[in-house]
């Protein structure tokens, strides 16, 4: 049983008035994230990364298809006990301080008051805003909102984390921050789905990857298999003593060949022909340096994905 | 039932908050004084003047204080996009909308109990009678609160906060000129607009049956029937507004 179950989930909106069109954002997205995973919801800004988040947590009904979270149908309100939820640009009531908030939003999750005592000053200390317990939000700067945001998606401590755009107004030390705290749920065994646009934050920590263009699911996979299985690997080669544009095969062969003096530089499509490659180079009395195999990014695969569907 | 209570309570914070809350509240403080001062510039009807300008400062303020913090309560929290975090718990939008409406009907209350126990204070050292008539018409006042309250949020389920405030000071409008609106639509020729004025006087709700002040003001009680029956007029107005406006809440998209 998985975590998330989203089965062709489509949302045409309705329009305001007869005379303008309805315009369809999602168009039967289906992806399950399994329990425990970190799993990266990316795409391009408008893809339907929120209006599928926002579907899945309730905020906005699907024209078509189910949503199931925890094993229940995702509409049943109990099963929010389980699910915390931090918004994209969130924006909080500024007249409550760190503390006040945080025991709204963790009597709301239904946690007992004796829990929440112990819970606030914890979760202040692990999104690094002890300081800041007592003072108002509309004293908070962008990123200790974002902080703060994130402690009352686990203020009652769930089984599921849903985070849009957790790392947007952090950063460095920020974004490295929410990843650590990303991976530590993990160890204790949440699911984390999140969206995002940045594909290094992806690359870094997620399990799975669902990569969403113009409303349509265009990727599913684990990292491994989204490397591998979708963009040629490239290898670098570095020789010394060769000149290496005077050897046929190699002009053949390399996508890029670079002199730099006594020593070549070329980058070849793949393995498949690199011990040819290697043999005419010592035939042609070169040595080798360095072979250097590069696989595909994950930004290669997302640019790639993505411009299919412009 | 925790849930609402939750938002009630937030609702309530919240709206002690807010400075103009005690803007209010001071200026109908002043208006009670002052009316002190006026009342004796009148021979023999001290406190006549006193009781009706206290009344009417604490209608005043309650119903502006119902409309537009009313009226702002849901559409702050879908603009700023609180109510994503809110809904994203376990409560139902119901939930959501009457927490809402308790936070400011507790609210409303606490701020007519501090005016009008003033008033009681400025009645008593004016050296006037305090009369029972005045209770009559305090509570009458606090239904009618609690009918504009329920107005604002029915408006503010499904539209903007200008087009919420524009109707909900209409329907106040209206309110309080049903009895005019029937005695035109009976004397109309135009099938139009009597059908049209017909309709307002139904839709509307009849808010000067809340309003007793005149005679509370000269110490005239009106009958327990009356006070009953209006009563249960405003609870149930209330009551059918926020149905309607829990269903739409139920169906919107955020």
Redesign the interface.
């Known amino acids: 049983m998985d975590a998330i179950v989203i089965d062709k989930l489509s949302k045409t ?1 309705r329009p305001a008035w007869p005379w303008q069109q309805a315009v369809t954002t999602l168009h039967e997205v289906s992806l399950s994230v399994g329990y425990g995973e970190i799993f990266g919801f990316l795409g391009p800004n408008g893809a339907g990364k929120t209006t599928t988040m ?1 579907i899945v ?5 699907a024209t078509t298809g189910t949503v199931e979270l925890l094993g229940r149908p995702a509409l049943d ?5 389980s ?1 915390g ?3 994209e ?5 500024d ?2 301080t760190a503390e ?1 908030f945080l025991w ?2 963790g ?4 946690v007992n008051p004796s829990d929440l005592q112990q819970r606030i000053p914890t979760l202040l200390a692990q999104v690094g805003l002890t300081e800041a317990r007592y003072r108002p939000l509309r004293k908070f700067s962008k990123g200790m909102l974002q902080r703060i ?1 994130l402690a ?2 686990l203020i ?1 401590d769930p089984q599921l984390v ?1 985070l849009d755009e957790p790392m947007s107004g952090l950063d460095p030390v920020g974004r490295k921050d929410v990843r650590d705290i990303i991976l530590g749920l993990r160890d204790q065994g949440k699911t984390i789905f999140f969206s995002t646009h940045i594909i290094s934050d992806v690359e870094m920590i997620c399990d799975r990857v669902g990569i969403l263009a113009k409303g349509r699911m265009v990727t599913v996979g684990s990292m491994d298999e989204l490397v591998n299985r979708n963009v040629a690997q490239s290898v670098e080669v570095i020789c010394e003593g060769i000149d290496g544009e005077s050897i046929p095969l190699v002009k053949e062969v390399a996508m890029r060949v670079l002199q730099r003096g006594n020593r070549c530089w070329m980058a070849l499509p793949g393995q498949q022909r690199l011990e040819e490659v290697l043999a005419a180079v010592r035939q042609a009395g070169g040595r080798l340096v360095s072979i250097i195999p590069h696989k595909g990014s994950l930004e290669e695969i997302f640019l790639e994905r993505t411009s299919q569907r412009t | 039932m ?2 609402l209570l ?2 009630a309570q ?1 609702t309530f ?2 709206t002690l ?1 807010d400075k103009i809350l005690y803007n209010l509240v001071f200026f109908a403080l002043l208006l009670i004084g002052a009316s002190v001062l006026l009342g004796t510039l009148t021979i023999g009807e001290q406190a006549r003047v006193v009781n009706d300008v206290g009344l009417a400062a604490i209608n005043l303020v309650g119903v502006i204080i119902a409309i537009f913090v009313g009226i702002g309560l849901v559409t702050k929290e879908i603009d ?13 939008r119901t939930q959501f909308v009457m927490g809402k409406y308790c936070g400011l009907i507790f609210i409303g209350g606490l701020n007519i109990s501090i005016m009008f126990s003033m008033f009681l204070v400025t009645v008593w050292l004016s050296g006037s009678t305090i009369q029972g008539s005045l209770f009559q018409a305090v509570e009458l006042m606090l239904v009618e609160v609690l009918v504009m309250t329920a107005i604002a949020m029915f408006f503010s389920t499904f539209s903007s906060p200008t087009l919420s405030a524009i109707m909900t000071l209409g329907f106040y409008v209206i309110g309080h000129l049903t009895g005019d609106l029937k005695r035109i639509a009976e004397k109309s020729k135009d099938p139009i607009a009597e059908g049209i004025t017909t309709a307002l006087y139904y839709i509307c709700p009849n808010l000067e049956l809340f309003n007793i002040k005149g005679q509370a003001a000269s110490g005239i009680v009106v009958s327990v029937d009356y006070q009953l029956a209006t009563t249960f007029y405003g609870l149930l107005y209330a009551a059918l507004l926020l149905v309607a406006a829990c269903r739409i809440f139920e ?1 919107r ?2």
Do not use: C, W
């Open positions: 909106h926002k947590l309730g905020l906005m009904r309100v109990d099963v929010h006990k699910i939820y931090l918004p640009s969130p924006y909080f009531y007249y409550l006040e709204f939003y009597r709301l999750g239904q945001g009352q998606a009652h849903m | 925790h849930s939750v938002v937030n914070r919240e908050r700023r996009r609180t109510i994503y975090t809110i809904l994203a718990r376990p409560i139902t169906r998209d955020f």
